[in-house]
């Protein structure tokens, strides 16, 4: 007994730095968050494969309390309760799909995790997804990339894990050692500002002519990509501002803003241009609880879509941006699986991808994101645009 109790401490210390440092935003050190499959299946029993699965989930999303505690301006309880509540899908799934049986069951069963964690409604909370390190592993190898890392994946819970392990390794220190960014498409251009909190919420003209002026500075022909909310509330006296203001210029803006629908609102990204403008894309997956509130509508505290920001899930995976296709991404979705491999199933010619992080300070959410954007544009050869704010 006391062996197994110091195997399974054992255990769930080493899954608790596998998710820490896996997770700490650099691209390169994502690969780590394989080890996870291989302690998970190293559990001599099912409480310790759940208290695995926590320390994992739990290391890696660590920055979680301390961002609802700046988001909400209040202590750190609640955040730390958020933070509780949102591992227990993780460890749900993980801890129902352990076995002790040995052979082709174990990698059967933590396929069917991964996949569960993919995808909704286990995938609203899929943060942390070991999937995400197939760019760093298999650059370039879109599909066959992603199917190669679920199944080594899936062959790290079996007895031939030491060669599926090595072999990982050598794929690891191979890419690391040519590694390169993924490139910005011609023309492009993502912003960072540093304007806090109060970027989306100051309505003034005057933000709206700073934002203004730095795409003015910009040389004609140039796509110019802002932060998500950079915008505000979008109106029809904003956009006529907008226009007016691009006037004379060979600038085209992508920028986040929200627009006030029956019940709620949505996130959206807008083009915008001296001839003109339109709603480009409205989020997928808005944050739970801090943006999409459901359980509003289900207690009457609301209507249909509850009050909060609207999750359309698999709508407008990609958008035609002149003759090419985008595959956009609102910083939660940039922690998720199902809304990328989506708008890859469509083809797309770039990835853009936007946040406003203002509430990260202090933890590694921001880079994270950065990261998993990162690793995806890696593994399907994409061009990559980047804009948050701090």
Known sequence: MHRELSRGAMLVGLSAITGWIGW??????????????????LA????????????????????????????????????LLLWLVASAS????????????????????????????????????????????????????????????????????MRHRPAVATAMTGLWLWSAAGWTMPALPPSWIGVDLQLGASLGRDAGLERQRELIQIARAHPPGTTIVMPESA???????????????????????????????PHGYDNVLVKISAEGSEVLYRE?????????????????????DGGGARADFFANPVVDFGNAKVAPMICYEQLLVWPILQSAIHRPEAIVAVGNGWWTAGTSIIGIQRASSEAWARLFALPLVISFNR
Not at 46 to 75: E, H
């Open 44 to 79: 001599p029993a099912r409480p310790q494969a759940a208290a695995v699965s926590a320390a994992y989930f739990l290391a890696a999303s660590r920055g979680l309390p301390l961002g609802a505690a700046n988001f909400y301006a209040s202590d750190i309880l609640p955040g």
């Open 90 to 157: 993780f460890v749900t799934v993980h801890s129902l799909a352990w076995t002790g049986r040995a052979g082709w069951r174990r990698p059967l069963r933590y396929t069917a995790a991964c996949a569960a964690m993919a995808v909704p409604p286990f995938g609203i909370l899929g943060w942390a997804h070991p999937i995400t390190a197939a760019g760093i592993l298999f650059p370039g190898w879109g599909w066959w990339g992603l199917a190669a890392m679920a199944a080594g994946l899936g062959v790290l819970t």
């Open 231 to 261: 915008l505000g509330f979008w109106t029809p006296t904003v956009g006529r501002f907008w226009q007016k203001g691009l006037a004379g210029t060979d600038v085209t803006v992508i920028a986040g803003a929200a627009i006030i629908v």
């Open 284 to 304: 997928r997956m808005p944050v739970p609880g801090a943006m999409w509130q459901p359980w509003r509508g289900w207690t009457g505290d609301g209507n249909d």
């Open 24 to 41: 700490s935003g650099h691209v390169l050190l994502l690969p780590l968050a394989a080890v996870f499959p291989l302690l998970w299946s």
